[in-house]
């Protein structure tokens, strides 16, 4: 179907379960927060490494816990990985918090969605030596850690839920109108989605991979052939590039629930469909191998 002058193909997006550690980074300003909740996430997504970051959008000081400006972030990983490892994970990511310049933590799982808890206190906080002290922050379960720039507040106890991803697959005139139309996106999101996180912040897009390989059978992910354009006229390749687009930008998305995924694919989708030079929008399907839930794309689409 065609939106706004976009093709959008008949297709569906694959969605996965991931486990969800919803967080709130705290800072004396929102840019510190910003480029520090971006650092914590930094280099982590399920190809080459055990746990994903993404950033979900800055909250004001008004609605923190210690009236400073924030940032939400998730911490995530497909639940086929395992809660446990997760976990492990999720401790081992959390253990450079105190490098974090003014930087504070706190719990932010949304109310009744927490499967599980996990004390982050009892390990990070030992970076306090013994100079670190436990106190509440309201309702709150906190340790106050001294850093170089003051105190570092640490809820103890952080939630992990269950939520959901979904991917989409940008096609553009060129590279350049591709990743503008993927920081257009991520701004809208972040400012119109609640709930829905962006990886690779604050571009969003990233270079998408299909799961397995074909010659390197023993590679958890390799490139998506079809969506290469310097292989679109390879005899072995049946590309999914139309004759309009010389690129392709993969969009991924995570969110706290099947409703948020939607909102947050939507806003994406009325993105990319008012950025100049974008001729299409698809997903990539894997078979059920990446996602055993489906959404239509043109489900998404407000006509």
Avoid at 82 to 108: I, V
Avoid at 158 to 170: F, K, P, Q, S
């Amino acid at each position: 179907m065609r939106y706004r002058g976009t093709t959008i193909a008949d297709v569906v997006c694959e969605c996965t379960d991931v486990h969800i550690a919803r967080m709130l980074v705290t800072a004396v300003s929102e840019s510190v927060a910003l480029a520090e909740a971006s650092y914590l996430c930094g280099w982590s997504i399920i190809t080459a490494a055990p746990i994903q970051g993404c950033v979900e959008g800055t909250v004001p000081p008004d609605r923190t816990p210690d009236g400073r400006p924030g940032v939400w972030i998730q911490m995530n990983a497909p639940t086929p990985l395992g809660l446990d490892a997760f976990l492990d994970a999720l401790l081992d990511r959390l253990y450079l918090f105190p490098h974090l310049p003014t930087c504070s933590l706190f719990d932010a799982t949304p109310t009744g969605k927490s499967i599980r808890s996990v004390d982050i206190a009892a390990r990070v906080a030992r970076w306090g030596d013994g100079h670190e002290t436990a106190e509440k922050l309201g309702r709150r379960d906190i340790v106050r850690l001294p850093i170089m720039t003051g105190d570092q507040l640490i809820e103890r106890e952080i939630g992990v839920c269950v939520g959901t991803d979904g991917v989409l697959e940008i096609f553009g005139e060129n590279s350049t109108c591709c990743v503008a139309a993927a920081q257009e996106a991520t701004r809208r999101v972040l400012s119109d989605a609640a709930g829905t996180a962006v990886f690779n912040y604050p571009i969003g897009g990233i270079s998408g991979a299909k799961v397995g390989g074909i010659v390197y059978k023993e590679e958890g992910v390799t490139i998506n052939e079809p969506f290469c354009p310097s292989l679109r006229d390879h005899p072995d390749v049946e590309t999914h590039i139309p004759e309009a687009a010389a690129a392709v930008i993969e969009f991924p998305l995570v969110a706290i629930s099947d409703e948020a995924i939607r909102n947050g694919l939507r806003v994406a989708i009325n993105a990319f469909c008012s950025t100049p030079g974008i001729v299409g929008i698809t997903a990539p399907s894997f078979g059920g191998q990446w996602g055993n839930r489906h959404l239509l794309l043109k489900d998404l689409i407000i006509t």
